[in-house]
């Protein structure tokens, strides 16, 4: 069995089908790059997965565990305390940081662990201070967001989501809002947990980091998957005249 299991996967908002019937399995240990244009619903089937949008058709399942299953033609959700200990399982960076503002560099990775598993501050500190270290930043901990540049804010919203100690990291596009000299820096500290073995599945442009970090890359189009291969294959010989002409055109700009 899969660590995660998304089955005949639909997203609708309104009239408009945005994921149409998709299937992405992720073994423990394995980093799955998901590629292709915008609006191809690569950004829906993460926010899917960790529930911050309701799926219309399918069924979503994390190590045995069902979060959203289809019975008689409906999609059922798990109970609430079901649902938060599968969603408690994964750290999720967004592109947009989403650091708090008000708080220091620490406090925005302690608070999880303090205010969602209601752990001692004290009991944190250690850990976090080792997170920030890892990333780069324990330099940083007493100062605020505001004066950080975009890699470092992204760095620490890194932290920030390990500091839940998840089983599976999901990263949506997190060097999209970066400047370019900003980018390796994000990038190399996603290369190193992908060394760790952690769990990730990342929805990047960076078509060189998902060739040469990812076990597996997944192309969408248009809601669908188009083509799912290692990354040896599908970047040197895909199958899917889309795929290719995605790449020929991403790879040329």
Known sequence: MSFIEMRNIRKDFGKNTILHGVDMDLEKGKVISIIGPSGAGKSTLLRCLNHLELIQGGSICVEGEYLAQEKDGKVVYADD??????????????????????????????????????MKREDVIPAADALLDKVGLLNKKDVYPGSLSGGQKQRVAIARALAMNPDIMLFDEPTSALDPEMVGEVLNVMKDLARTGLTMIIVTHEMAFARDVSTRTIFMDSGYVAEDAAPSELFTNPKNPRTREFLSRYLAG
């Open 81 to 118: 305390v079901t649902a938060r200990r599968i969603l408690l399982r994964m750290g999720m960076v967004f592109q947009s940081f989403n650091l708090f503002p008000h708080m220091t560099v620490l406090d925005n990775i302690l608070a999880a662990p303090v205010y969602v598993k209601g």
